[in-house]
């Protein structure tokens, strides 16, 4: 199956630096949901971008699926923003098409 | 907005019980989903639905299963619970729009502990 990398693992970003997080994937994808689990559990839908670039707020993300790759952007971090981010492309099709998930990048953003 | 709800937030059981997880929608999706999440290994597929009554395996369905009697319910269901199944337990749904790629919504989750 598909396989997913997130990088980096881990992120420490002082209020209002800026980021960049990236997710690779292994094979040709149909779409891709961004997602942010607070430290609650609870995941949120942040982007679904199967290509291109699109923004909500200080957050943007692009997809390059030609070259297997989503860049999420948040600029002007804080501290709600802490938590993990998960990047989930969809593969297959029809009934089989399913997410998969990166094992994330958990970002931490201090005072 | 879409809710998605979960009938517990925590849950502790013993081995050997038999353990209901329940899912509900508001949004009259067709497509539900249950994942479970350990640390360092991300989210994980264990059966989906696209249907009532319809049900397929996922990623990692060995000492699970699932029924789906109505649109907006699906539960997953621990025959007989194991220590190894002590994880986070995240219920999906999403429309069949899309071929089946549409957008998927979480439900809180539900942290179960089997001892």
């Known amino acids: 199956g598909i396989q997913v990398e997130q990088s980096p693992p881990d992120l420490i970003l002082q209020e209002g630096a800026n980021s960049t997080l990236r997710c690779n994937f292994s094979?040709?994808?149909?779409?891709l949901q961004w997602f942010h689990q607070n430290p609650w559990g609870q995941l949120i839908n942040l982007f679904y971008?199967?290509?291109g670039t699109k923004q909500n707020g200080r957050l943007s993300a692009t997809t390059v699926a030609t070259e297997r790759y989503s860049l999420l952007y948040i600029s002007s971090s804080q501290t709600t923003d802490s938590g993990v981010y998960f990047c989930?492309?969809?593969?297959?099709?029809?009934?089989?098409?399913?997410?998969?998930f990166g094992t994330g990048t958990r970002l931490q953003v201090t005072l | 907005d879409v809710k998605v709800t979960q009938s517990s937030r925590y849950l502790v059981k013993r081995t050997g019980e038999k353990v209901f997880l329940e899912c509900v929608q508001d949004?009259?999706?067709?497509?539900m989903f249950w994942y479970r999440q350990d640390p360092g290994l991300g989210l994980r597929l264990i059966y989906f639905?696209?249907?009532?009554?319809?049900?397929e395996k996922g990623d990692i369905p060995e000492g699970y299963s699932v029924s789906r009697e109505k649109k907006e319910r699906f539960s997953l269901i621990l025959e007989s619970a194991s220590t190894n199944q002590t994880s986070m337990y995240l219920c999906?749904?999403?429309?069949?729009?899309?071929?089946?790629?549409?957008?998927?919504?979480f439900g809180p989750g539900t942290r179960l502990t089997v001892l």
């Open positions: 949004m009259d999706h067709e497509n």
């Open positions: 999906a749904s999403s429309s069949r729009l899309a071929g089946g790629r549409g957008t998927q919504y």
């Open positions: 971008i199967p290509s």
């Open positions: 639905s696209y249907d009532v009554k319809m049900k």
């Open positions: 989930a492309p969809f593969a297959g099709t029809g009934t089989a098409s399913k997410l998969t």
């Open positions: 094979d040709s994808v149909n779409n």
